[in-house]
């Protein structure tokens, strides 16, 4: 079993629909991040957890550590959302990243 | 700032060949992490450094991979002789301790070995 399990694995909405991709984990960490990668791109840092809720525009994370659960929100979803979404944490006194297997978000015009 | 620079973006070798893969991180940041990214396996963590000393590099596939970090500024990643399954993307990031806005990550080098 992964340490890190993300769901869904893909995801296709309509333009304007709001999104939720989840994660969860069984070990200890130190921090959760979400990451964004287009087709053929690089990767971006959408967020970085330790506890709480961030907000960058359209884009909403929450964690809850108790329950070793994260989940990502994107409202009025467009179709320039559409990318592989990762989860990746820190285990305690680590700094290396332990992945998810991503979700593939396609978001239709 | 830059960001994090990888060249080149991609590399075509024939097999057997020596393949050398540059990473220039931010400027400050004293981590700098390479990992590689395949359909089947997805990102993988080959070997990371802190202030410029390897630290983990159990990730590493095996002896034909080699990395170094001779300076603050600039690290290697290795690979001879190359073989067709190495064909990957390979990406490096840096991070600061105790920033708290994680990772950044370069551009990623596609390499694919003939």
């Known amino acids: 079993k992964n340490e890190v399990e993300q769901s869904p694995q893909n995801l296709t909405a309509q333009e304007g629909e709001f999104i939720t991709i989840n994660c969860s984990y069984s070990v200890g960490i130190s921090a959760l991040h979400w990451l964004q990668q287009h087709p053929g791109g690089g990767i971006v840092s959408l967020f970085m957890?330790?506890?709480g809720k961030k907000k960058h525009g359209r884009l909403i994370a929450t964690i809850n550590i108790q329950e070793k659960h994260s989940s990502l929100h994107i409202t009025a979803s467009h179709p320039r959302d559409s990318a592989v979404y990762i989860c990746a944490v820190n285990r305690f006194g680590n700094e290396k990243l332990t992945f998810g297997t991503g979700t593939r978000l396609t978001i239709i015009p | 700032d830059a960001g994090v620079i990888q060249s080149p973006r991609h590399e075509v070798t024939e097999m057997g060949q020596e393949v050398t893969l540059r990473c220039k991180p931010i400027s400050g940041h004293d981590y700098l992490f390479w990992y590689r990214q395949t359909m089947m396996r997805g990102l993988e963590l080959l070997i990371y450094f802190n202030n410029n000393v390897p630290i983990d590099d159990s990730g590493m596939p095996e002896d034909r991979f080699s990395a170094k970090m001779p300076n603050a500024s600039f690290s290697t990643l290795k690979i001879q002789p190359s073989e067709p399954r190495d064909s990957a993307v390979y990406f490096c990031?840096?991070?600061?301790?105790?920033?708290?806005?994680?990772?950044?990550f370069g551009s990623g080098t596609r390499l694919t070995v003939v």
């Open positions: 957890l330790s506890s």
């Open positions: 990031a840096s991070t600061q301790t105790g920033r708290g806005k994680g990772y950044t």
